[in-house]
Every structure is written in C-alpha cells, then in structure tokens.
C-alpha cells in the first residue's frame, strides 16, 4: 500500500467507515476476466473497501495520488476510448465495475461482513485533479453515477485538521503536527 491509500483509510475511517486496504479478489474467474476484456489479468485489486454500516453501503476506492504530476483528468475517467483511461477501470470498464462489484459482493456476504441490502458503489480518491473544471466535471459524472468522489481539497483538509488531534502514533498525525505548528506547538 501506498502513503497516500494510507491517508485516504485514516480519512475514511474518520468518516465512520471500516476500511480494508488492498483487497484482492479471490474469486474473479477466468471467464469474468473474459467478460471484461481483461483475459490475462492477474486477480483484480482494489486499493480500498470501505464499509459504511449508517448507510449500509459498499465503496471500492481507486485512490489516485498524483500530486507531482499532470492530476486526474476528467476524460480519463470519464471515457473508456481515451489513452490513460484503463487505470480507471472502476468507472470505465462496466462490465468490470460490475463483476468486480459482484464478486465482492458474495465474498463479503459469504464471510458475514455485509447483508443482502447492501448497496455496492465504486469512488475516487484524488490528492490532485488537473484542473478546477475537471474536478467540476468529474463530481458531475460521479453524482450522475452514484459514485464518490474524495477530492483533494477534503483530503487536505482532513490531514491539516490532524495538527490539532491529541497524540496518535501515526505518521500521518505526526507529519500533519511537523507541517502545521510553530515552535513550541502554536500553530501557524
């Protein structure tokens, strides 16, 4: 896993969410794989679950950093036909998000984790989009949709936010505390 999946899990859980971190499916078959034009993928991989019990609701989070580089670009994620779009198969590739979604469905289901009624939807996690117009577009797209977006600016917020949190023995809290106090604890 990466640092900032990591980031995105202590987000999610602060947002009443139990989080697993890089799940990967077991019971995708060779002719789901075919059925989403991935015939040779190695057994799909989703960055985060998360569970949210008040909701009764099932996210698949793509979490997509991309702080030193161009960002999420609304096309990319928005348009299967387009170069780049095949890292964003959770919302490109319907047949995928659906058999994936599926798959994890009865997995959770059959290990008790999850009900019947639960309600399985996919989200993006951003640490930067290519634009403000994008971002626009892409919340547009996912609300269309019923998917979520965690854009960047609630990410930073959440991990700003941390510099006031009592102790925690995270590297996320401590590195937010580093960042955002003065000398002698004030903060800036």
């Known amino acids: 896993m990466d640092a ?6 202590l987000y999610l ?15 995708v078959t060779k002719a789901d794989k075919r059925a989403f034009g991935l015939p040779t993928m190695p057994r799909p991989e ?3 679950v998360a569970f949210d019990m008040r909701n009764n609701e099932l996210v698949l989070v793509e979490a997509k950093s991309f702080l030193d580089s161009y960002g999420v670009w609304f096309e990319v994620v928005s348009n299967p036909k387009v170069p780049g779009a095949e890292r964003y198969k959770l919302f490109t590739n ?10 994890i469905k009865d997995e959770y289901l ?3 984790l999850i009900n019947v009624n639960t309600k399985v939807t996919v989200g993006l996690a951003a640490g930067h989009i290519h634009s403000p117009r994008d971002e626009v577009r892409i919340q547009k ?6 998917w979520r977006l965690f854009a960047p600016q609630q990410i930073k917020g959440y991990v700003n936010a941390l510099a006031d949190k009592g102790w925690e023995d ?3 809290t401590i590195a937010s505390k580093l960042i955002n106090r003065r000398k002698f604890g004030r903060k800036r």
């Open 141 to 146: 797209h996912f609300s269309k949709n019923g």
């Open 94 to 103: 319907e047949p995928f998000r659906r058999i994936v979604s599926q798959r």
């Open 170 to 172: 995270s590297l996320v």
């Open 13 to 27: 859980e602060t947002h009443n969410y139990w989080v697993r971190k890089c799940v990967k499916l077991e019971n």
């Open 110 to 112: 059959q290990q008790g």
């Open 46 to 48: 989703i960055d985060l």
């Open 4 to 9: 900032f999946s990591e980031i995105v899990a």
